[in-house]
């Protein structure tokens, strides 16, 4: 938000540099990120958080400059002078829906003379990028942000029955709003009517039929307070954002109501040539809590870790606006708190209104300036508990796959229906998926029933930004719906990978299905559990480039080529449900090197194309030699001299004894052996021709 420096010099003295004026406000929680010079004034744009709507206006922002340097708040005069004729004689007001709106304030300006607003008052609102539209609009606007409070101004002649009605909106009502745009109401949204019809959208946007004209003589102005629940519900049903909306959803000041009326009406009086008439109409709907509250010095000083001088807690607090009572008998100091009207909506927080005191230390705390509090471990007594297998077993897959160069993601547990449907899902069962009740939007509609979904979003995100190649991976959960209406879930860990790594001038090499297996491979060995891959046909994976990896012969996720075309290169994924992994300790022991020269050898092997690598290697696993360092698979050959439906495998394999040089005669009965062996199980039996 925008702020000028002028403005705000106008109700308080403001320090001469700056930087020091833009230091201190992000001292106490209201972060200026950028200071711009223009037309003589000094714009401050700072960070003014959903619950500060107090600070959303130059008067409240004048409050946190009086407090942090300790100087003197001078609030505008309110106060106009008055006619004879009353306003409760002009106007009647009358709350249909009492908890839609605690409290409508109406005045009643007569013999305004619409035109252009003074000098003064179009360089307010332009200094903070307004636009000025004429002396009465520019009035509402100026008060909104001087004091918070949102005005609307009415023709009083277009008023039917010169009666306001606060409700909810009618099924099949219409109303035409300021922006011209015609809206179609139902009884979700709040509206102003008078005697016949909808007048304007309540905290949110007048209606064209009752706005103010170059013809207006007597305006009605509208100072009221509508529930923050009902703005939101209307400006979302219609679409609709507004600086009135934006203020009343997250919560305007109850009591500003009446002196911003006044204030409006005072300067309607004098830009205008208004008169306005004696009194307001102040009808209230539901009575709004009073948030109080209890603070301890001692406990604020256990708190904070540092000595507080309880002068200036009283200080402090007394300049924002809460009421402070000292309990009697007490041997250290406390106070009963009782908090400002303006910030009603974010003290509200214990039951029957009770102000929680961590809320009133923060309040103290961003005065005394966080650099005040010393930085101190806190005196934890006893030992950390034993890890247990699960929290081991996901720091070692974290450790083992950053260590084979994969860079670590962490994603929304949500995702979009689409996403859900277009990826494998990793839950037994392929259970269906949790709907949230309330989605942010319509990409966060499910919980995920699987990992990849969003690490492809990663991916494809920097790939797109420039990224020659991506390898991410996640250890995270995922959720599903139960037979008995339940949630479950589950831990797993996912990886995708694509794009070419390495140099152009040295060799490049494009990431495939074969990188990520050898991952997921190395990762099971380091776990203790061995994970295998065997062709499948699976959902979201591209046909013929899809697997199913299994852990002692039980399914345990899928690998494949993801089926997402949009991609700028193909992205290859995986997918394992962690409870399948072991914690390392079961892992095969490492032999060191033998000092005695090793020994290579191959195989090939003709065999039916239906038998998968996994098959054959645990054949070679099943039946390995005591001396057979490693072996594995270097290629897979069909074409001239393969049957039809074969396929020739060759296997590498490297052979090295711990005592002694093996010879060749000995490698080659072993080689024998194996060939043998996988011969007997696997060797080609097409049909002899």
Not at 538 to 557: D, H, I, S
Not at 647 to 653: C, H, S
Request: charged share 25%; hydrophobic share 45%.
């Amino acid at each position: 938000m925008l702020f000028s420096r002028d403005w705000l010099g106008a109700y308080v003295a403001l320090p001469e540099d700056r930087r020091e004026l833009a230091d201190g406000l992000t001292a106490v929680g209201l972060a200026v990120e950028a200071v711009e010079e223009r037309d003589g004034d000094l714009l401050l744009d700072v960070d003014v958080t959903t619950n500060r709507t107090d600070c959303m206006n130059h008067l409240g922002l004048a409050r946190e400059v009086a407090v942090r340097w300790g100087r003197d708040l001078a609030p505008p005069a309110a106060g106009p002078v008055e006619e004879e004729e009353t306003a409760a004689g002009a106007v009647a007001v009358e709350i249909e829906d009492a908890e839609g709106c605690p409290r409508y304030v109406a005045r009643v300006i007569r013999g305004v003379r619409v035109g252009e607003s003074p000098e003064w008052l179009r360089r307010r609102l332009q200094a903070i990028g307004l636009r000025p539209i004429n002396n009465v609009v520019d009035v509402t606007n100026f008060v909104l942000w001087e004091m918070g409070q949102p005005l609307h101004a009415f023709d009083l002649a277009r008023v039917d029955g010169a009666r306001i009605v606060v409700r909810r909106a009618r099924d099949g009502e219409r109303l035409t709003t300021l922006d011209g745009e015609e809206r179609q109401l139902s009884p979700e949204v709040l509206v102003i009517a008078d005697a016949g019809r909808p007048v304007a959208l309540a905290g949110i946007m007048g209606g064209l039929a009752s706005e103010v004209t170059p013809e207006t003589a007597d305006v009605l102005l509208e100072s009221a307070h509508f529930d923050r629940r009902r703005v939101r519900v209307g400006a979302r049903e219609l679409g609709m954002h507004t600086d009135a909306s934006h203020r009343f959803e997250r919560g305007a000041d109850p009591g500003a109501c009446r002196a911003a009326a006044d204030r409006a009406a005072a300067l309607l009086a004098e830009v205008a040539g208004g008169r306005v008439l004696a009194g307001a109409v102040d009808a209230r709907g539901r009575a709004l809590p009073v948030p109080r509250g209890r603070l301890d010095h001692a406990r604020l000083e256990a708190f904070a870790g540092t000595a507080i001088d309880p002068a200036d807690v009283e200080r402090w607090l007394g300049g924002l606006g809460f009421e402070l009572a000292r309990e009697d008998g007490e041997a250290a100091p406390a106070w009963r708190v009782t908090a400002p009207s303006w910030r009603w909506y974010d003290m509200e927080a214990g039951p029957d209104g009770e102000i929680w005191e961590a809320d009133l230390f923060e309040e103290v705390l961003r005065h005394l300036g966080y650099d005040q509090v010393p930085a101190t471990l806190p005196s934890l007594p006893g030992s950390d508990g034993p890890r247990t297998a699960a929290q081991v077993r996901r720091d070692r897959i974290r450790d083992h796959l950053a260590a084979c160069g994969w860079a670590e993601a962490i994603d929304y547990a949500f995702h979009s229906v689409e996403a859900d449907a277009a990826f494998p899902a990793a839950v037994p069962g392929d259970e269906p998926a949790v709907a949230i009740a309330n989605p942010l939007s319509e990409r966060y509609a499910l919980l995920r029933r699987s990992l990849l979904p969003n690490l492809a979003d990663a991916a494809g995100f920097n790939l797109r930004r420039g990224a020659a190649a991506v390898r991410l991976f996640e250890v995270g959960h995922v959720f599903w719906r139960t037979r008995d209406g339940g949630v479950a879930e589950r831990e797993t860990v996912a990886l995708v990978a694509g794009g070419r790594v390495g140099q152009p001038w040295d060799r490049e090499v494009e990431l495939d299905l074969f990188d990520v297996k050898g991952v997921v491979e190395t990762l099971g060995e380091v776990l203790g559990t061995p994970v295998t891959a065997r062709p499948a046909e699976v959902r979201g994976l591209v046909p013929g480039a899809a697997a199913e990896l299994t852990v002692g012969g039980r399914p345990a996720g899928v690998l494949g080529l993801l089926d997402a075309p949009d991609l700028p290169v193909a992205l290859y994924g995986a997918e394992i449900a962690t409870e399948h992994l072991g914690s390392g300790s079961g892992g095969r022991p490492v032999a060191l090197p033998s000092r005695f020269p090793s020994v290579a050898a191959d195989l090939t092997l003709t065999h039916d194309a239906g038998v998968a690598w996994a098959d054959l290697a645990a054949v070679v696993e099943a039946h390995r030699p005591a001396d057979l360092a490693s072996f594995g698979l270097e290629a897979r050959y069909t074409g001239e001299g393969v049957p039809a439906g074969a396929v020739n495998t060759t296997l590498t394999f490297l052979y090295s004894a711990p005592d002694r040089s093996l010879t060749q005669d000995e490698v080659n009965q072993r080689q024998d052996a194996l060939r043998g062996e996988l011969e007997r199980r696997f060797g080609w039996r097409g049909e002899e021709t």
